[in-house]
């Protein structure tokens, strides 16, 4: 079982379940600190048992050298302190750097986190046993200082998470990167190692792709992970997680002593189970290492509002227990807003603010196409109109000269697009990358649903590749659109499905332009596109990394131009 990804919204929660999940990838790095500590150190060992081996071998020159054999000898010595050299070079330095640099940084960030967390829950807690009698004005103050500390507990908790799954992501290639340089270089020097490097050959090359393939993937779901984290601080309350079944978070109840001890306040995590109104209290606390306590239950008859008459603490609710009669169990929310999350969810007695419900909405999907932009706008809404149109009739695609091969590019087999990799470079790692985020991307953003990208891309990867054997017979070729007639039926009620663009496209070649000419005008929808009028001309244009897409200079601007938008000069 993997690393559980870090979701930013329980960052604002703050669940044992999340100080375990963080736990865990601490846990993690500094194992690979320890097994980087350890390389080096075998290393170095290695480096001086290659010095040893050179000097037995100088003396084993010495011996030869009155045999007129001296070359044999310093040629092997001059290879062994090549060895020695690029060890050092290309595995020891590159991994001692990443142990100092990103490691380094994640403990520093660790300690940070830690610091943040004794200091909000600090403050917390004083806020909180200060007296309901006491002015407006100083409780406002106390409320506000207590709020700017949670945000800054909040933005750090989030920063934190980012970081751990940063270098998690990271260590994947800073680590294997530089053995699998050494090890080249060490085939390179021994004629057995050479014979052997080529049956390895197969494996480098893969694992060159895998190496090159995670780095692109985690440069694409870095700037995702950021982009969320950004939409999250700007309105956590609408990433909140919240469930139809059970609400969670943290109380303080109650807990009554015999006379003359009095009372005192334990900090507990709930979750509350609505359709059999169970309260599941469990005793936690975050700056005593975040031990976990015994979990007590309890069936909730009903819950008021606990007035400061009666109790000199804000927020606080009384529960009356069904499971032990004439019991009223007390417990005081955090804040306000969490107040009231709490009487809705148990039903309190009090009128509640309806929360309104936030339909977040994925723009600029639609637009792009399966293959981010397919044809010209114009004419892939005119095709899609008729194809829905129940009245329409077959529509002859080869028959019109508005239906180019951009706009009905679905037509055209994924295994038939594979097997032509050479003159369109999609291979069948760069269809996955294409297809895989678009056709199996789950409805929700989280960190989990963006790590789990990449095995989406396999999974397309594989049915392109056992399409035989998966659907049981091999693919038909296309016909010509120029020989050929394709008929598209009429489809009732086709939904839209909205895609992404792809994280990355490794394409093994790049081939320049030269010059292309724009024939339909364009406006940029993002930083890396170049807007564009008719007749504008591009210089320096290449293949981009994107399938149907170029990259060009325009007015000494260096951007994305739709293919399809430009002939080529």
Known sequence: MGLHPLEFSESYLDSPAFRDKIKAHEAELDKTGRFIKELYKDGKNLINATKQLSLAQKKFAQCLGEFKFEYIGDAKTDDEKCIGENITETLMKPLEKFRKEHLGSAKAER???EKETEKYYSSLEKLLNISA???????????????????????????????????????????VEPMLAFFQTVFTFYHQGYELAKDFDH?????????????S??????????????????????????SPISSEGYLYVQEKRPPPFGSSWVKRYCTFVKEQKILHMKTFDQRSGGKL???????????VRKTTDTLDRRFCLDIEITDRPSTVLTVQALSEDDYR????????????TSITKHVFIFTGINDQGLYRV???????????????????????????????????????????????????????????????????????????AIMDLKFQNIVVEILIEQHEKIFGHAPSSSPSLATAHLFAPTRQSKRLSRQNRPLAVYNPQVVTLMKAKAVYPCEAEHDSELSFQVGAIFHDVTLSREPGWLEGVLEGKRGLIPENYVDIL
Not at 143 to 152: F, G, I, L, T
Not at 343 to 351: D, I, N, R, T
């Open 374 to 448: 397919v044809g010209v706008s114009s004419k892939v809404q005119k095709l899609l109109s008729l194809m829905i149109d129940e009245k329409s009739s077959e529509i002859d695609l080869a028959a019109s000269e508005d239906w180019d091969v951009k706009t009905i590019t679905n037509n055209k087999q994924h295994s038939d697009v594979a097997a032509n990799s050479k003159q369109n470079l999609m291979t069948v790692a760069n269809l996955g990358v294409v297809f895989g985020p678009t056709l199996m991307r789950p409805q929700e953003e989280t960190v989990a």
């Open 133 to 175: 009698k006491k002015k407006e004005p100083q409780l406002q103050e106390a409320d506000m200082s207590v709020e700017a500390m949670r945000q800054h507990f909040q933005e750090s908790s989030l920063e934190y998470v980012c970081k751990l799954q940063e270098i998690q992501e990271r260590k994947k290639f800073e680590c």
């Open 293 to 303: 306590g015994e979990t007590e239950s309890v069936t909730i008859k009903s819950c």
């Open 217 to 242: 993937r985690f440069e694409g779901t870095r700037s995702e992970v950021y982009e969320l984290m950004k939409r999250i601080k700007e309105s956590p309350q609408e990433y909140r997680q919240t």
């Open 111 to 113: 300690k940070r986190y």
């Open 203 to 215: 494996y480098k090359k893969a694992l060159q792709i895998n190496i090159q393939n995670t780095r």
């Open 341 to 352: 999350f709490w009487m809705h969810a148990m039903g309190g007695k009090e009128s509640v």
